[in-house]
């Protein structure tokens, strides 16, 4: 079965661009999580989507984030403009199940690198 | 907020050993789980917990859930080179949409 599927795997870009991020959930996952993981802060929740509907975005750093899931095969993570701080492999997963239970299939991830 | 405090942050160790890591937490959690993140790569669930006290096994990975519900173990016995990557423990409050909390992992090395 294929995995949680996320594009491009490397992204290097100059400060002010915009980035936008892909994923492609397992089948049949309700839940879809993007993550973000750096050295200093590991990983951390930005913003979790049940049946397509955003359910907590309170992760999300500021309104240069933005994240959408316009059907249950499809999510998209945005960054604009980005920053050099915005650096960092950048994680979708998806379960079948709340994330409360912990049983999440990530993606390879997609390294960011703003100049 | 919840934190999760990982021991060791990193580990040498020869082929071969047993492996001994912890995490540890400020609050009680009703959910531990540990996940394995190659280089490169995204985590990878290995065993999820869901009652204090609970041990369970993953073949030569053994976790428990410790009684004051506010820490985990995991153990790796005879090492081998695929082991090498970075675990993170991982915790919740309850089974529902409460946030995930992941440790700050630690990191295992294999010495030839």
């Known amino acids: 079965d294929a995995g949680v599927i996320q594009s491009p795997r490397h992204e290097v870009t100059e400060m002010g661009q915009e980035v936008t991020l892909r994923c492609k959930p397992i089948?049949?996952?309700?839940?879809l999580f993007w993550y973000r993981q750096t050295m200093m802060r590991g990983l951390e929740l930005l913003i979790y989507?049940?049946?397509?509907?955003?359910?907590?975005d309170s992760g999300m750093p500021e309104d240069r984030f933005s994240a959408k899931m316009p059907n249950a095969s499809f999510s998209t993570l945005k960054i604009q403009p980005s920053e050099p701080r915005d650096s960092a492999v950048y994680f979708c997963?998806?379960?079948?199940?709340?994330?409360?239970?912990?049983?999440?299939?990530f993606g390879e991830g997609s390294r960011l690198t703003v100049l | 907020g919840q934190q999760l405090n990982q021991s060791p942050q990193s580990m040498f160790i020869q082929e071969g050993e047993d492996v001994s890591m912890n995490c540890t937490s400020s609050s009680i959690f009703n959910t531990w789980l540990w996940y394995k993140q190659d280089p490169g790569e995204g985590p990878v669930l290995l065993i999820a917990?869901?009652?204090?006290?609970e041990l369970t096994s993953n073949g030569r990975l053994t976790a428990q859930f410790g009684t004051t519900r506010k820490d985990s173990f995991l153990n790796i016995s005879a090492s081998i080179p695929s082991d090498v990557g970075i675990y993170f423990c991982?915790?919740?409050?309850?089974?529902?949409?409460?946030?995930?909390?992941f440790g700050t992992g630690t990191r295992l090395t294999i010495i030839p």
């Open positions: 089948s049949g996952h309700d839940y």
């Open positions: 991982a915790g919740s409050t309850n089974f529902g949409n409460e946030k995930l909390t």
């Open positions: 989507f049940n049946n397509n509907v955003p359910i907590d």
């Open positions: 997963a998806s379960s079948r199940v709340p994330q409360g239970s912990g049983e999440l299939f």
């Open positions: 917990l869901y009652k204090a006290g």
